[in-house]
């Protein structure tokens, strides 16, 4: 079901990365015929395609709302001036974080993350985590003993061997 729901997020960020590069509603751009079409084709590999649904109209309805959070969390990066790429997987970390809330908030910034490193830049996937990291620190839905739960369960970095040199 995790695996499937990868997929889900990649078709979904896929056709909404199509749609605005065609310009979006104002183009006269059918989202709903992108999503059938990318639906279409992962028919086999897709089991939960409502999920996938309630992505792509999630984010597409919610799309200022949504640039309206990202915005404070990157000041130096206007939502405008992001990546195309960049700026769609924050869309879709943003809802799933702040307005679906069906996943856990450590789910929705790790799979943004892991969607950056596959499709993005260089340095996308560290300024995903950055700006999703900034939204859930400063939401209603942060709960800062996760952080020092999750940094507790990683594992001690080793001291420098002096003899290493």
């Known amino acids: 079901m995790a695996s499937n729901r990868h997929l889900g997020r990649i078709v979904a960020m896929q056709t909404l990365y199509e749609y605005d590069f065609q310009g979006g509603a104002g183009a006269g751009v059918k989202l709903d015929a992108i999503l059938a079409r990318n639906l279409n084709e992962f028919s086999s590999s897709i089991d939960d395609t409502d999920f996938v649904r309630e992505v792509v109209s999630g984010v597409a309805s919610r ?11 990157a000041p130096e990066w206007p939502v405008e001036q992001i990546a195309k790429i960049d700026k769609i997987i924050l869309r879709i970390g943003v809802y799933e974080l702040m307005l679906a809330r069906d996943v ?3 789910v929705a910034i790790n799979e ?3 969607l950056g490193k596959a499709f993005g830049g260089e340095n996308s996937s560290k300024f995903i985590n950055g700006v999703l990291g900034t939204i859930y620190r400063g939401s209603d839905v942060y709960e800062p003993e996760e952080d020092h739960r999750s940094k507790a369960d990683q594992p001690k970095s080793e001291a420098p061997n002096s003899n290493d040199k």
């Open 63 to 73: 799309v200022d709302e949504i640039d309206g959070i990202i915005g404070p969390a």
């Open 104 to 106: 856990p908030p450590k």
């Open 112 to 114: 943004a993350v892991e």
